[in-house]
Nanobody, 121 residues
Framework: QVQLVESGGGLVQAGGSLRLSCSAS????????MGWYRQAPGKKRELVAV???????DYADSVLGRFTISRDNANNTVYLEMNSLKPEDTAVYYC???????????????WGQGTQVTVSS
């Protein structure tokens, strides 16, 4: 099983910073990728940043230079450091984990519960 717990969201003024964290507990699975998505009201969920064992980190153009994704493999935790926040960053942020079953080697996606990030102007 794979379970994700997110934390770190909140209300911040434009130009401020927040750090999100997502901790994964796994049993019988091997994590192959971890990342962050977000969904603003009325919009589709979009990729923010991902970190993979094979391809390194990748970011949405809109957050390049402002957000940094990092990980702690020993604790199966992924972080998203968000700096110079803008009102357009306001969204619910979701942790996403790709994990493979050790038994079948099939990959599955898992989602965190979401954490609200609100940036005021």
């Amino acid at each position: 099983q794979v379970q994700l717990v997110e934390s770190g969201g909140g209300l911040v003024q434009a130009g401020g910073s927040l750090r999100l964290s997502c901790s994964a507990s796994v049993n019988g699975f091997s994590i192959s990728a971890m990342g962050w998505y977000r969904q603003a009201p009325g919009k589709k969920r979009e990729l923010v940043a991902v970190f993979t064992e094979r391809g390194g980190a990748d970011y949405a153009d809109s957050v390049l230079g402002r957000f940094t994704i990092s990980r702690d493999n020993a604790n199966n935790t992924v972080y998203l450091e968000m700096n110079s926040l803008k009102p357009e960053d306001t969204a619910v942020y979701y942790c996403n984990v790709e994990a493979s079953s050790r038994a079948t080697q099939r990959s599955y996606n898992y989602w965190g519960q979401g954490t609200q990030v609100t940036v005021s102007s």
